[in-house]
Structures are given as structure tokens and as C-alpha cells.
């Protein structure tokens, strides 16, 4: 399958194309690309936790889209809804970034939040997320389309926060 556009052609391909693959190895051509272009070897682009309570499984947390050259991920926590409003969401997502800046290393977090979602939008916000944008109508559930908000949050403002707030830091494997 192909596409024309003036005289240029997109063919369709597969990773392993030889030809393609040489193109990874001039920097040059690939810096500004996405790492996984820059990295030959897979590395893994999520990590996800369960949310065990009395080993019951109650929820997921996540890091996922996870880029490590740009040392950034997005973050993510789903509980079943007999455990919101608990703290529950609080102490893990603490717990979550101390690992993600000062395990992982990451640089960067990011966060999507469903318009609505009042109690996810202040739970962000009191970890220190900051609203950078929206993706107009971009959810679509039950035959309307919601806008999607797009937070996040930098090292140096998680650093600033936890300080200002004697928030926990501990974590434990």
C-alpha cells in the first residue's frame, strides 16, 4: 500500500526494513526523533503497580509512555470507588513520585485528567501538577465527548512542594 503526495510516495513498511534501519545509524538524522529510533534495545515504556489493601487488589498505579532518554512518564492511578476519598490516592501517588524522581530519576511527569474529575484534578494538584493544556473533546464515553486536561509536574516543583509541606518521602521495596 502507498499514498502519493505531489511527487513524493509513502510506502508502507515494517520495522526490520534494512534500508530503514540505516537511517539509525546517522545521529545526525535521527537526534530530534523519537529514543526508541535512538535505541536499538527495547526498554520498557511502562511499569505497573496493583494496589493491594489486605491483599486485596483495589486499584493500579502507572508510569507509562515512559521516555528515558527525556527522563519523563505519564502517571496514572485507577481505584475501585469503595476506596476513594480514603487517602488512599494520596499516599500512593506520594509514594509514586519520590520513586519516579529520585529512583527512576525521571526529570518530568505528566498527568491526562477527564474534565469532571474534580477529585483526580485536586488530588494532582495537591501533589504540585500544573495544569499546561487541553485536549478539546479528546475522551469519548457514553456518546459525548469530553476535553481531556493535560498536567504536570517537574523535579524542582515536586522538590519545592515536599519541602513546603513536610510531605512523606519514604518508599521501600
Not at 526529570?107 to 501538577?129: C, D, P, T, V
Request: charged share 25%; hydrophobic share 40%; aromatic share 10%.
Amino acid at each position: 500500500m502507498f499514498i502519493i503526495a505531489d511527487d513524493i510516495k509513502l510506502v508502507t513498511t515494517t520495522e526490520d526494513d534494512q534500508e530503514m534501519l540505516s537511517l539509525s545509524e546517522n545521529y545526525e538524522v535521527l537526534r530530534f526523533m523519537s529514543e526508541s529510533r535512538l535505541h536499538a534495545k527495547p526498554m520498557p515504556s511502562a511499569m505497573l503497580f496493583r494496589l493491594e489493601h489486605n491483599a486485596k487488589l483495589i486499584g493500579e498505579a502507572s508510569f507509562k509512555t515512559i521516555k528515558w532518554l527525556n527522563r519523563k512518564a505519564e502517571s496514572s492511578i485507577l481505584l475501585l470507588p469503595e476506596y476513594h476519598r480514603k487517602g488512599i490516592g494520596y499516599k500512593v501517588l506520594c509514594r509514586m513520585l519520590h520513586f519516579a524522581f529520585n529512583t527512576l530519576n525521571f526529570y518530568r511527569l505528566e498527568a491526562e485528567i477527564i474534565e469532571g474529575n474534580h477529585a483526580s484534578i485536586q488530588l494532582f494538584k495537591k501533589l504540585g501538577f500544573i495544569q499546561e493544556g487541553v485536549l478539546r473533546k479528546a475522551k469519548y464515553i457514553d456518546g459525548i465527548y469530553y476535553d481531556i486536561l493535560r498536567m504536570g509536574l517537574l523535579k524542582e516543583e515536586y522538590e519545592a512542594t515536599i519541602h513546603s509541606t513536610n510531605k512523606p518521602t519514604t518508599f521501600s521495596k
